[in-house]
């Protein structure tokens, strides 16, 4: 919003940082990156400003063409993924290329990965072929001239290739795909001189987020008009989602004073909406208000197929049950209720939640609690219904929860 | 893998596209951006190659970068996001600003969007500032000289913006951000004489997945060696996630010969792990092995706390009903086919598949048929536990389920 437009303080004199997530499977939509995010978070809280994160395929032209192009205005270039065993894993090589680092065998190194792979493949009892294994080996321990191999925290160490000699471009920090070596890298390299060096130049940065529930987007564009002068000094985002409004602000620690002025100025304007004035989420909230209260809770979901069951369970603690069913039986408030009431029994637990069928272009929420419970009901159309339903099911629960 | 490097007749002569996903929650992982592999999907099936999306945060010096970058090289560029109706909203002005041509306002798109505002607004029953919502209107009633505006699918026009007057750039396709405007909106950019035009130039292109279980990436790397001169002619790249290993090919459709050489050699070295030849993913074939069969299923889940069942029920169909527990009951092979015999009872469906909870570094599968059952134990840390459960359940019910 506003702010966006003149972030002097939060982008000026601050190092930039450009990431560049390799794989045909991530550019395709096969899979899904938390690389790139990932690391875009772990730069900010460090006080790197990263405005880009480029998706290339196994192409070495285009990772080439991502490297030159971020190279040129960010003082550091990470990149993810393309570093396993197989020829379309090229990421080592192209970077090696572009810093102008001929590619050198480690034997130290390929003896170590060789020790790595061969206890995994004896632990997962898996049929190979040692040539390939050992090719795949001496793959991964190539290491270009002049670079830091670090970890390896998988089987494929983790590069820092500083600039081509006599250059003052950056040094490219070359990372493993899978999530949790990345993560594991990620350590090392920060650790690194070159990276050391670009993270030693960033002031800090902080960012706040704030949340409401059921409010339009342009009514908050309004009250960012009205003290647009107070809140100059913030990078304001908004995003808008299945009813939750979400507001997240950046700024020099100097300048909290402003962010302090959005925060008085939503509470004032929308206090009703305001669930989160510190951004932790509406599951989060739910958690720690059964947490306080000491109660555990289930649900009877037939609305969402086990998707808001899977996404209530799965962070763990609270919720300790479900029972999911696609029948389409009779809609209604009382039949929520029933739903309701029926789990809190099956799972001898404090807090029921039920969720109807969504049928004739309506679906049934309730809620039951030791201290009583609470029922909604949504009417539209199926495809609307099915996103809202989750988000309007946390926040019946919500108020309950937290007494 | 082999093909990837000398992919001559996939990447020659064929028009390239560059995506531009606009917004800070994607940048900084608040949300995952889904448009920009569509989109790359779309054009692959059109015949255009897509090599790179640049994901940027809502800054207009960022969003330029990216344009610039992709201008050079590319004969059509994308942007996604960033239409709404608040000053963050940032995309249509600066792709403008690009493609040097002023903003003018389109009143009888004003009119039009107005309309569509107003029953929103009417139809949710939101409070709301009619100063501020007439400001949102008018923004998105803002289209650069000389560009047209399609839709719109919600309330912000999609915009094809021409390269500025006298030069050959690329047009600036600009789209909506929610994803089902954005997919309404590109069939009429599809139809637009500047898109029209590159399309035009587009020779097909194929696309080809093959699926295994359970085999080592780098056994796969040694057949693709040995018949490296016969799939020269396809670009191949493969991925490995929880055990199943895709491998991609895309190709020429006079090059059809060469991917069926590829599937010749799979199938030759790695008949019995090849359970799909045609990319057909397991869930699916689970799904039509059920309907094939005529039967339901129900699944009692103490080991991935509902995403399993989630999964399966949300693709519709055959899946019927879940039972989650996060309880940590003793576990064996016979609890699991307790709990498949048990929901199978349950729900009255003829196949029920039960997963133990993962405990003592193990976690127990079991499947029931009117066939008969089968039950799998896998050991092993936690984490890796948590990672390979889901694929190692649903590739010990496919053979049941295929009959």
Redesign the interface.
Known sequence: ??G??H?GPV?IERPRAGIVVT??????????D?N???L??QL?AAGVD?????????????LT??LT?LAA?HQLVITTGGL?????D?TAAVVADFQRRPMALDPELEERIGAIVGSL?A?WA????P???A??VRKQALVPAGATALGPAGTAPALVVPAPEGTDGPPVVVLPGPP?ELRASWVDAVAAPEVRAVLAGAPPLRQETIRLW?????????T??RIEDDVKPL?????L?DGEL?I?SRFAPQDEAAQQALAAAIRADFGDALFSPDGTTVDELIARGLSGRGWTAAIADRA????L??RL??R?GR?????????LEPVSADAALALATGIRDE?DVAVGLGLTAIADGAVHLAVVTPDGGDTRSLTGAE?VLRRRVEAAALHLLLPLVQG
């Open positions: 919003m506003a966006a437009w972030s982008s794989g045909t499977e991530v550019l395709t939509g096969r899979v899904a938390a790139g995010p990932w875009a978070e900010r990263v405005g880009q994160i480029v998706v290339v395929g196994d192409r070495p032209q285009d063409s991502a192009h205005g396993g065993p197989t020829a379309d090229l493949m632990r898996v049929r190979h072929d040539a390939a294994t090719a795949g949790s059921a409010m339009p987007e342009s009514e908050l564009a309004a960012l008009r990078e304001i985002t908004t995003c989602r979400e997240v969402t197929g086990g998707h069951p899977s369970i799965r763990g919720f300790v049950g479900a029972q999911v069913s696609t029948a799972f495809p």
